[in-house]
């Protein structure tokens, strides 16, 4: 069993940026790969970001490549996802997830967190 707890989130400008963090529990974390993903009001949550396990791998969507990078640090039990130059349209929550593999579908993961909210204002 994992469990994951976001935080990090909050109000920024535009061009602004954030580090949101997964905590995770559970000693077997370092055996998951994590995803990032995000909903916004009134649209279908959507894939982020991923990582392996070994962090080795990392991928993500088109909309957030060269701006958003995903990290872990195992020994922390912690997934980064820094955020830059943000826009407007990267308001959502976002949540992380944990799952065998590192995909970009919402089935692909076992475990969710709760969430934490991104309000990006132009």
């Known amino acids: 069993q994992v469990q994951l707890v976001e935080s990090g989130g909050g109000l920024v400008q535009a061009g602004g940026s954030l580090r949101l963090s997964c905590a995770a529990s559970?000693?077997?974390?370092?055996?998951?790969?994590v995803g990032w993903f995000r909903q916004a009001p009134g649209k279908e949550r959507e894939f982020v970001a991923a990582?392996?396990?070994?962090?080795?791998?990392?991928h993500y969507a088109d909309s957030v490549k060269g701006r958003f990078t995903i990290s872990r640090d195992n020994a922390k039990n912690t997934v980064y996802l820094q955020m830059n130059s943000l826009k407007p349209e990267d308001t959502a929550v976002y949540y992380c997830?944990?799952?065998?593999?590192?995909?970009?579908?919402?089935?692909?993961?076992?475990?969710w967190g709760q969430g934490t909210q991104v309000t990006v204002s132009s």
């Open positions: 990582i392996t396990w070994s962090g080795y791998m990392t």
């Open positions: 997830a944990a799952g065998r593999v590192a995909g970009a579908h919402e089935y692909e993961y076992d475990y």
């Open positions: 559970g000693r077997t974390f370092g055996s998951y790969a």
